[in-house]
């Protein structure tokens, strides 16, 4: 989702830097909700301790730990990899175009 809303900021005539750090921006809010939703719907399985909570703890923790990570992953790693690998691909088709 990020990358697409990234390629339509460019779409628009925005620099390859400028259309990162305003489309993270724009982008942070609803994936931090999503997360934060799901996540807070799994703390009772986090912090249960009747029947069946030893199945139950190991799978929330996994769940958490998962949301957590592709979280910070979404906001942070992938528009440093979109913002390098487009740079790279632009100087490259300089490169290419002169003589």
Do not use: C, H
């Not at 925005?14 to 996540?39: F, K, N, Y």
């Amino acid at each position: 989702m990020l990358v697409s809303f990234l390629n339509e900021q460019r779409e628009k005539g925005l620099a390859v830097r400028e259309a990162v750090i305003r489309g993270t921006a724009l982008r942070m809010r609803p994936v931090m909700m999503t997360a934060s939703v799901a996540i807070l719907g799994l703390v009772p399985m986090l912090l249960s301790s009747g029947v069946g909570a030893e199945t139950q703890r190991p799978l929330a923790t996994v769940v958490v730990g998962g949301l957590i990570t592709s979280t910070l992953l979404t906001l942070v790693l992938l528009p440093v990899l979109y913002d390098w690998i487009e740079e790279r691909a632009a100087r490259r088709l300089v490169r290419e175009n002169t003589p």
